[in-house]
C-alpha cells in the first residue's frame, strides 16, 4: 500500500477548513440531539468511496486522540491518505482500540467488539459512522427518547440485525452512538433513543 502520506493521493477537505468544521460539527450535535431527523451536511466533496456527509463527518470529528477502524470498503490509500494529512488520526486494525468505527451496510451484521464504554467511563465508547446508500426506504421503525417530541418514524434501509446488534450493545448510559450518512445528508441515533416496531415493542 502507498505510503499514508503521499501527495498524490491527497484532495481538498473543507473549501473554508475553519467555518466548515464548526458547521458540520454543529449539524452532527444536532443530529445527534435530534435523533431521526435528517440533516444538511454539504461542506465537503465525495472522496474516493466516501460520500460528502461521511467525509464531512470525520473530518469534524477524528484527530489524533482519536483511533479509528475502517471496514475494508473504505480502506484504501486515497482515504487514509486524506485522513492522515487532514485529521492525523490513528487508524487502528482491532475494533476494540477504535473511538470511531467507519462502516458501511455489510458491517453492520456484528457490532460486538466495539467499545460500548464503561460504566465509570461511558463516554469512551465508540461512535459509529455509517455509510447508507439512503436514509428512507426501509422498513419502518418508531424511535422514542430525549430530542424526540413523542415518536419520530424512522426508514433506515439497514438490516434487522443491525438494531439486534445494537441492543445486545446497549446497557445506558453504555452503548454506541451512531451516525448515518448518505450523500449530503445525516442523521443521528444515540444510545439514549428506544427503537421500536409499529406495534411499540422494542425492535431486536
Known amino acids: 500500500m502507498a505510503q499514508a502520506h ?13 467555518l466548515d ?8 450535535l444536532k443530529a445527534l440531539a435530534e435523533p431521526g431527523l435528517v440533516q444538511i451536511m454539504d461542506r465537503a466533496l465525495e472522496l ?13 470529528f477524528l484527530d489524533g486522540d482519536t483511533p479509528l477502524w475502517l471496514a475494508p470498503r473504505f480502506d484504501t490509500p486515497m482515504i487514509r491518505a486524506n485522513l ?3 485529521c492525523g488520526c490513528p487508524i487502528v486494525a482491532e475494533r ?16 460486538s467488539d466495539f467499545d ?4 465509570r467511563y461511558p463516554d469512551q465508547s465508540c461512535t459509529l459512522l455509517v455509510q447508507l446508500s439512503s436514509l428512507d426506504n426501509g422498513p419502518q421503525l418508531r424511535w422514542r427518547g430525549p430530542g424526540i417530541k413523542d415518536v419520530q418514524a424512522v426508514e433506515l434501509p439497514v438490516p434487522a440485525g443491525f438494531w439486534a446488534q445494537r441492543k445486545a450493545r446497549s446497557n445506558f448510559p453504555r452503548g454506541l452512538d451512531v ?3 448518505a450523500g449530503e ?6 444510545r439514549s433513543t428506544h427503537v421500536l416496531h409499529n406495534n411499540h415493542e422494542e425492535a431486536a
Not at 12 to 17: H, M
Open 21 to 28: 468544521a464548526q458547521l458540520s460539527f454543529r449539524t452532527a
Open 6 to 18: 503521499s501527495s498524490e493521493w491527497l484532495q481538498a477537505a473543507f473549501s473554508d477548513p475553519v
Open 48 to 60: 474516493d468511496s466516501l460520500q460528502p456527509a461521511t467525509y464531512a463527518l470525520c473530518l469534524s
Open 96 to 111: 476494540e482500540m477504535a473511538l470511531f468505527g467507519l462502516l458501511d451496510e455489510s458491517e453492520l451484521l456484528d457490532l
Open 84 to 86: 492522515a494529512f487532514h
Open 185 to 190: 445528508h445525516v442523521m443521528g441515533l444515540p
Open 116 to 119: 460500548n464504554g464503561s460504566e
Open 179 to 181: 451516525f448515518f450518512a
